[in-house]
């Protein structure tokens, strides 16, 4: 069967409703014709400032998340990135064919490091794409479902697995990105010109997913419309109620063309307040259910060492001939 991989980093105390639309959908969408590969880049995590304690926790909250999402441990191998040291090793080999010019063009490093600037950014961010890069190859995967966001990353990824074909022999499948073009990029409620991001300043324009109904309601009442107050669909005059359409028509699988209709000769007041309702119902059991994974830390435990066996057994072949393919001498 083709494969899928994806991660999605426990840089926060919860993932929002840009990570669910964007990617999570689609990770349990593809579990029925794909072998999954779902797993948190705790790795990937550490090339910011960060605190362990919160690290250790908001890898748990991840791990129940994403089930809570759907990821479905009997389809799926879901598991922590450092649990499976193949794909460091194999950045490392990576990171011989990348060059630092193409490393150094990476977006979401120029992003990232902007505040400080590159001066004062670590090195792991930089190199970052690289470990991203290796997470994709070392599982051969087909597919990788994200958001727009990760497009870049994933061109490196497949660049780097041409490079290393054409330069060692095949090895690796050069794989897709898999971007729902609809949900892509959901925007920050405040600011609809900003994509969702746990890293925002202020968390009024980001739906959590364990937010109470309360407070993502609030946060959807409160969500920053534009000018004018026909409800319709204009990514350039109205950015902000086009999110919202892009929400609303995500959690309700209707058109946006059908939900514009229903709106005619309606303000933003009554949409909104129909679409804080709608949000308010996605999230309310979706927390609920996190909270009672959480609640059973063994069996978390359990699921991703499980998880994490079935991902070395793949990770450990392809790294074998890498190695191999590498002139390494191997220990008899
Ligand atoms: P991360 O952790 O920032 O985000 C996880 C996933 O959510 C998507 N996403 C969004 N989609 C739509 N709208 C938004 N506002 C939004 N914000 C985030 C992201 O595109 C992503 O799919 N580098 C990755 C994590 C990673 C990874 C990988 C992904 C590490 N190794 C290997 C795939 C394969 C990241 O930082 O995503």
Do not use: C
Not at 86 to 101: D, S, Y
């Amino acid at each position: 069967r083709p494969r899928v991989l994806s991660g999605a980093q426990p840089t926060a105390d919860s993932y929002h409703l840009g990570n669910y639309f964007g990617a999570f959908r689609q990770w349990v969408e593809l579990q029925d014709e794909f072998d999954a590969f779902y797993f948190i880049p705790d790795m990937h995590a550490i090339t910011v400032e960060y605190s362990p304690t919160d690290l250790r926790e908001r890898t748990y909250i991840a791990a129940a998340q994403m089930l809570a999402a759907g990821v479905d441990p009997a389809r799926s191998a879901l598991f922590v990135q450092s649990h499976v040291p193949e794909h460091a090793q194999l950045a490392w080999v990576l990171g011989g064919v990348t060059g630092f010019g193409e490393a150094s063009r990476m977006t979401q490093f120029k992003d990232k490091s902007s505040k400080g600037g590159a001066e004062s950014s670590s090195v792991g961010l930089f190199t970052y794409p690289i470990l991203m890069a290796a997470d994709i190859l070392i599982y051969q995967a087909d597919q990788v479902p994200v958001g727009e966001d990760q497009r870049q990353h994933l061109e490196l990824a497949r660049n780097l697995a041409q490079r290393f074909n054409h330069r060692f022999g095949e090895t690796f499948k050069v794989p897709e990105a898999y971007i729902v073009k609809e949900t892509a990029k959901i925007y920050d409620l405040q600011d609809p010109t900003v994509k969702m991001s746990g890293s925002a300043a202020s968390h009024n324009g980001v739906v959590n997913l364990t937010d109470d109904r309360k407070k993502a309601a609030k946060k959807v009442k409160s969500a920053v419309t534009d000018s004018g107050d026909e409800v319709r669909f204009d990514e350039k005059e109205k950015p902000g109620v086009s999110n919202l359409l892009v929400i609303y028509s995500a959690l309700t699988k209707r058109t946006i063309a059908d939900i514009e209709r229903e709106y005619v000769g309606q303000q933003y007041g009554a949409f909104k307040v129909a679409l804080s309702e709608l949000v308010a119902d996605f999230v309310g059991p979706f927390g609920e259910r996190t909270r009672e994974l959480l609640d059973d830390r063994a069996e978390l435990d359990r699921i991703l060492k499980a998880g994490a066996e079935q991902a070395r057994a793949v990770a450990a072949q392809t790294l074998e001939l890498v190695y191999e393919r590498s002139g390494f001498v191997r220990p008899t």
